[in-house]
T-cell receptor
Framework: AQRVTQPEKLLSVFKGAPVELKCNYS??????LFWYVQYSRQRLQLLLR??SRESIKGFTADLNKGETSFHLKKPFAQEEDSAMYYC??????????????FGKGTLLTVNP | GAVVSQHPSRVICKSGTSVKIECRSL??????MFWYRQFPKQSLMLMAT?????????EQGVEKDKFLINHASLTLSTLTVTSAHPEDSSFYIC??????????FGPGTRLLVL
């Protein structure tokens, strides 16, 4: 079974402060990890995926297989980063079903 | 970028009636579409996986006779909530993927059953 845990329901930081949104996963195989973001009144959209190893909007996330974590980090938070962030895992069981398992989400608020 | 639409965006219906929600990939062919349900302030729960031309695969605990899914073409999947009841009120979201690419999400449909 695959499971994604986001321990923080709410996270509040001040503008310019570093931010880290935690994500831990449980999966027996080789997972693919994603971070999705949902801004107020907008649809869910992909922020980044671990295989891309890229930085989007200043955010990065490193897959740590030893700790089974995929924490999302940004060194200097901006007010426009305020949103709901979901960590998700895709398990390739059988190779044909790339379904996503989502964590419960963390609501990030960046205060001025 | 890839765009996924849903129709309607919101619907109110009486208990016992059936409601159909459409999910369309506007600028790409979706080999697979997924249907999710999201309760207020909660995460997305996968309901079923829909592959074009074949029967949908439902997650454990999801009644396939209650939530009928049809994926008739590579750009359209429909979810029909049959004999809807108040407990079916929720936010229903679809996503579409082409091959092994990223899932693109629709804007969601808010269903309220009175």
């Amino acid at each position: 079974a695959q499971r994604v845990t986001q321990p923080e329901k709410l996270l509040s930081v001040f503008k310019g402060a570093p931010v880290e949104l935690k994500c831990n996963y449980s999966y027996s195989g080789s997972p693919e990890l994603f971070w999705y973001v949902q801004y107020s009144r907008q649809r869910l959209q992909l922020l980044l995926r671990h295989i891309s190893r890229e930085s989007i909007k200043g955010f990065t996330a490193d897959l740590n297989k030893g700790e089974t974590s995929f924490h999302l980090k940004k060194p200097f938070a901006q007010e426009e980063d305020s949103a709901m962030y979901y960590c998700a895992l895709s398990g390739h069981s059988g190779g044909s079903n790339y379904k996503l398992t989502f964590g419960k989400g963390t609501l990030l608020t960046v205060n001025p | 970028g890839a765009v996924v639409s849903q129709h309607p965006s919101r619907v109110i219906c009486k208990s016992g009636t059936s409601v159909k929600i459409e999910c369309r990939s506007l600028d790409f062919q979706a080999t697979t579409m997924f249907w999710y349900r999201q309760f207020p302030k909660q995460s997305l729960m996968l309901m079923a996986t829909s592959n074009e031309g074949s029967k949908a695969t439902y997650e454990q605990g999801v009644e396939k006779d209650k939530f009928l899914i049809n994926h008739a073409s590579l750009t359209l999947s429909t979810l029909t909530v049959t004999s809807a009841h108040p407990e079916d009120s929720s936010f229903y979201i679809c996503s579409a993927v082409q091959g092994k690419e990223t899932q693109y999400f629709g804007p969601g449909t808010r269903l309220l059953v009175l």
